[in-house]
């Protein structure tokens, strides 16, 4: 992984050129957007004077008008523009990465997770009212076959407020078949063993499972485990297992939940901003990019700190 992971050469040599071109694309949205505020400010102003002097509204009236339409230009323009620059980086910066951290992987920016995968894996169970997400991953990496998105699910309260239930990196592969129960080991803060009929929590369905005793005061600080079959998870969470997962909670300093549902091993990590998104003000700057690099980087650190290719 050294010759992948040399970030400056690979920001100079492959990255940087992209970025050259994606800035002329991110000048005309922000061109369009200026626009939209200075028609703003036009037809506001036309609007006011047309209230103010009797006598000459009509002809504010009409630079008003003009002014509403051009807003509405910009407007549509401004949007129109600016999915055209998303989707860009997106295929050029983003897909490119993605490629030198794992050659052959399949990169798919508006598609992501299905739901049905995310509410098997039993690791949120609470019921949603909207389920979206973006940049699925797909691929192959030391034998473990994977895919990934982010993905963001919410519902609203009595009051119409949105909660979020998860937002972050949703990652799901293939481990061996041997593993037929299930086994929950949620984050601490994260337990999920509510009842169906609990009103406040309206939970999916979960099988029968017990709570299952690790031994470890440590792990038990940060993880609860649940299984259907606890000897068949004294299989799975070994001493080995618990020190990986600790060490990897550390190291990426962030909540971590895992689940292994009928041969599938399911990874939710918690993140509060978007992996891949560019942003306006600085897309081209290096540390940015060096962010959507060790994003990158992560979905492998799943497959290589968990050492799930012993799990196959």
Known sequence: MEERTDFET????????????????????????????????????????????????????WLAAFGIVILAMCIHQYATKRDTYLENFKETVIREILLFVLPGVIYKPSAYVPSKEYRRSGLYRHRYNYFDGEDYIAGVYKDVHFHCSELHTGYETGTNVDRIIFQGLFFVASVNHFFQSTTYIWSAENEQTGSIADEEYRFFPMPEVFHLHTGSKLFEKYFTVYSTNPTESHYLLTADMMQLLLRFRRQIKREISLSVVAGKCYVAIPIDENLFDPSFSNAGDKETVKGYFFSALLVLSIINQLQLSKLT
């Open 10 to 61: 690979f920001y100079t040599t492959r990255i940087e050129p992209m970025l050259n071109k994606n800035r002329a694309l991110r000048n005309i949205v922000r061109n369009w957007g200026w626009g939209g505020i200075i028609a703003l400010i036009f037809t506001l102003s036309n609007f006011l004077s047309c209230q103010s002097f009797k006598d000459e509204r009509t002809g504010f009236g």
